[in-house]
């Protein structure tokens, strides 16, 4: 049993739903779902009368929220009398690549809400200026796709990995991802950025050529340009949104599916290293409950 599962048991009672504390606490309601049939395992007691819609708390769950909720407040008083929470006072600079919005702002509210005093300044780029930054001391850490080669003054400590897909419009289904790849116009993100080495290897790899015609910044607009049947590409599964999903053809690259690492990159050794312990807990916590952890 976890803190954090007790957490959401809290907020699905002050909610009502799975759904609305899935919005409050930055989760998807599957994760939500997950964490609770989890805490149910463990404690080996049903918490939810699930016949009905939305599922709502039986007896035995109620009598659990009370106790859920003095552990939690408990909890919470602790961390705001915590000597670590007292020393998290000052500012650190962390950069970040396209696509990271699924992980990202969730991690930064959850540090707020812990360390009032710690404010966390934020910048985006490509992953070898960010990394650049990193070694002239101008940036504290940076997330981004794990790079094939890292400077030995750098250290990378992965997060997640996620598999990369081939998207197309939804007319397009049954294909396969070369199929899709060799038959189509091809859109593609920024060559410099590490992802793109990471698809042109593989690509380069099984031997399928591509017809660029398109290479893309963000990737709002390389998305758009695929459900306007402009093109095919390539992307990390949480670069999709989720509203496009309906609307998207989305197959694997490679079977099994090509994997990007997202890691934290910082300098070995930093003077302030308690302050990238606390973010990189909170960035840990946050990529296990991500939509990620379905797939």
Do not use: W
């Not at 739903?17 to 994760?31: E, I, R």
């Not at 007292?86 to 991690?107: A, D, E, H």
């Not at 496009?244 to 070995?268: C, E, H, K, N, W």
């Amino acid at each position: 049993m976890q803190l954090r599962q007790l957490q959401t048991l809290v907020a699905i009672a002050d909610t009502g739903s799975f759904h609305a504390a899935a919005a409050k606490l930055g989760l998807t309601q599957a994760a939500v779902s997950m964490q609770m049939k989890s805490l149910e395992q463990s404690l080996r007691l049903e918490l939810f009368e699930r016949s009905v819609r939305p599922p709502r708390l039986n007896n035995t769950g109620l009598l659990m929220l009370e106790q859920a909720r003095e552990i939690t407040s408990l909890c919470d008083k602790l961390l705001d009398a915590s000597p670590v929470s007292s020393q998290l006072t000052g500012s650190i600079r962390i950069g970040t690549v396209p696509g990271m919005s699924f992980i990202l702002p969730q991690t930064l509210d959850n540090l707020h809400q812990t360390y009032r005093r710690l404010q966390v300044r934020v910048v985006s780029d490509l992953a070898d200026e960010l990394v650049h930054q990193i070694v002239q001391g101008r940036l504290d850490a940076a997330v981004i796709t794990q790079p094939q080669d890292l400077d030995g003054q750098l250290l990378s400590r992965p997060l997640l990995s996620e598999p990369l897909m081939v998207i197309a419009p939804r007319e397009f289904a049954g294909q396969s991802d070369a199929e899709l790849l060799t038959g189509n116009p091809y859109i593609g993100f920024n060559r410099k950025a590490e992802v793109s080495r990471l698809i042109e290897q593989a690509l380069n790899q099984r031997n399928i050529k591509v017809d660029p015609i398109m290479e893309l910044d963000t990737m709002e607009t390389f998305q758009m340009m695929v459900l306007h049947g402009l093109g095919v590409g390539i992307l990390p599964i949480s670069s999709i949104r989720e509203r496009f999903f309906d609307d998207l053809y989305v197959v694997p690259f490679g079977s099994p599916a090509l994997q990007r690492t997202i890691s934290m990159v910082q300098q070995r050794e930093h003077h302030r290293q308690i302050f990238l312990d606390t973010l990189y807990d909170a960035l840990s916590r946050v990529a296990a409950n991500s939509r990620l952890k379905e797939n």
